[in-house]
């Protein structure tokens, strides 16, 4: 009964889940045996100093590098044996994903193609991303923020239950920014997995419900949000600041995690 | 700001079916299509190899009574070579630069992430794109060949007659479009392998125009041999193989074109599946 245990796998197979996942560029050890995993119907925020490997984790997530050891696993499964993946996993990468001479509008039309979506979907994520007036112009004219939209667009295209996202609100207006945080929460609220890295902390902390901390290719903590700030900050300060305000300490709470783990900073 | 749903309630979006190679070769289309490149390519090489074709037959037939005896028997054995292949070289770079850019320029813009994600099969990915840029060649260089030719025949009739009930004829107009495809197969293996536009362009140049000149210098037969076993010496193809300067017969040369898209296009698969995108 192999539907039977496909359910089962579905049923019981966190969204993703990285076991020992290990990935170096030369001698450099960019991703370091990391263990976690990500649930459905929650924001989970990626945190990490720049150069910590978030990018790197993603990519490893979805196929498109291969690690040197360990398992990426997508619900059980490796990426690469999903059929008709953008209907499974949903990614915005910190790089662009399209070519500048093409138009928006095609652009997504071929990606539904290659996953035999209708064409109709093309233009419901248009719509969602409001792209729908540029939809026929070059994406290379397109602003930072346009083009941010675009992988956004084609990220919700196959309608997927696991979202990725890479530093999404990079370039975008704060319209454009309070948009992506609404969007993630519905995506959460609907019960989908949302995984998104950033580097705006009082952004994740009002829209990760869990974090995940990494410093050099390591998990630091993957823990709640609220227990993130209260584990990591000042008692004194903790105990001082009303609850309301308690947001505004996951910026201190992630320096101090994170200082011994930086790699790159001003001196 | 729309509120256009995600659509999760009720009207989920699913595919309408299992996708497979029809469906990726659907998408390899629409991006084909959608970029204008595409068709500045073709447009060049439409007018280019069409012109040549009748400059040389025009000159050829102008000039007849006054060419050697050897070229006259050349012109009559071989007419069809005469008319299709002038444009020969114009066309395989034209079809060339095409061919690379389909795959370098997914790598330069970052599209191959986009494409790697919607099919993490990687060779399937690179098949798909293969198999439907080499039909698009093949039926544009047709619309090449099929009109090259009755202009050709039109302006040689003077001198010489070439029909296009003769089977050699035939064999001749199809394998332009199978010479155009491998052509277009080369270039695309090599981007994929290179990844780089302008290095992958400068190697097909290379290997199809400076190489065989080089091979060429090799004293005895075997530089011939080898010059002429390069993918631009297989141009033979197009003609009646009946000149007698030809190394290879028609067959012999589409063989060894046969071989040279198989071991490129196989390195490319093999690259494409090794290495991170
Ligand atoms: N293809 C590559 N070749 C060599 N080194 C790489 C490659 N990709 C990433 N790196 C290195 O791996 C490290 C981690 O990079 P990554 O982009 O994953 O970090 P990040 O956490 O996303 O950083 P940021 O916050 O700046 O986006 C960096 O030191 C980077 O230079
Ligand atoms: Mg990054």
């Known amino acids: ?267 | 700001m729309t509120t256009a749903t995600l659509t999760r309630a009720g009207d989920a979006v699913r595919p309408t079916h299992r996708p497979g190679m029809t469906d990726l070769m659907r998408s390899e289309w629409t991006k084909l299509r959608s970029l204008r490149s595409t068709w500045w390519s073709l447009a060049a090489m439409i007018a280019v190899s069409v012109g040549f074709t009748v400059a040389a037959c025009a000159v050829y037939t102008h000039d007849f009574t006054h060419l050697d005896a050897a070229t006259q028997t050349e012109f009559r054995q071989d007419t069809i070579g005469l008319i299709l292949q002038p444009g020969v070289q114009f066309a395989s770079l034209a079809v060339s630069v095409l061919g690379a850019m389909l795959i370098t320029s997914e790598y330069s813009t970052g599209m191959i992430r986009a494409t790697m994600l919607a099919e993490p099969r990687r060779t399937r990915a690179l098949l798909a794109k293969a198999a439907t840029f080499a039909l698009f060649v093949y039926v544009f260089s047709e619309l090449i060949a099929i009109p090259s030719f009755f202009i050709g025949s039109a302006i040689t009739s003077a001198h010489a007659s070439v029909s296009i009930s003769d089977p050699t004829n035939i064999r001749a107009i199809l394998s332009f479009g199978l010479f155009m495809t491998a052509m277009g197969l080369i270039a695309l293996s090599i981007g994929a392998i290179v990844r780089h536009t302008a290095a992958a362009v400068s190697l097909v140049l290379a290997l199809h125009f400076v190489l065989p000149g080089v091979l060429s210098l090799i004293p005895g037969t075997v530089g011939k041999h080898l010059s002429a076993a390069m993918p631009q010496g297989t141009s033979v193809v197009v003609s009646s193989g009946h000149n007698a300067g030809n190394l290879y017969t028609p067959a012999q040369a589409g063989l060894i074109l046969a071989a040279w898209v198989v071991v490129l296009g196989g390195a490319a698969l093999v690259s494409v599946k090794r290495r991170d995108v």
Request: glycine content about 10%.
């Open chain 1, 1 to 267: 009964m192999p539907k039977n245990t496909e359910n089962l796998r579905r049923g019981h197979a966190p969204a993703i889940e990285a076991r020992g996942l290990t990935k170096s560029y030369g001698s450099k050890t960019v991703v370091d045996g990391l263990d976690f995993q990500v649930h459905a119907g929650r924001v989970t925020g990626f945190l990490g100093p720049n150069g910590a490997g978030k990018s790197t984790t993603m990519r490893l997530l979805l196929g498109l590098e291969r690690p040197d050891s360990g398992q990426a696993l997508i619900e059980g499964r490796p990426y690469a044996e999903l059929t008709a993946p953008l209907s499974h996993v949903g990614a915005l990468l910190e790089a662009k994903a399209f070519h500048k001479g093409r138009s928006a509008r095609n652009h997504l039309l071929a990606l539904a193609q290659s996953q035999a979506l209708p064409e109709r979907r093309v233009d419901e994520v248009l719509d969602l991303v409001g792209l729908h007036d540029v939809a026929g112009k070059r994406a290379g004219g397109y602003s930072l923020g346009m083009a941010q939209r675009l992988g956004i667009a084609a990220a919700l295209l196959g309608d997927p239950r696991i979202v990725l996202l890479d530093e999404p609100v990079n370039g975008l207006d704060p319209e454009g920014v309070f948009w992506i945080r609404n969007l993630m929460k519905r995506l959460a609220a609907e019960g989908r997995a949302v995984l998104v890295s950033s580097h705006l902390m009082n952004e994740m902390a009002v829209t990760a419900d869990h974090l995940m901390v990494i410093g050099r290719g390591r998990l630091l903590a993957d823990c709640g949000t609220a227990e993130f700030i209260e584990r990591h900050t000042d008692p004194a300060v903790y105990a001082a600041t009303p609850d309301v305000a308690r947001p505004a300490l996951l910026e201190e709470a992630f320096m101090r995690l994170t200082a011994s783990a930086v790699e790159y900073s001003a001196r």
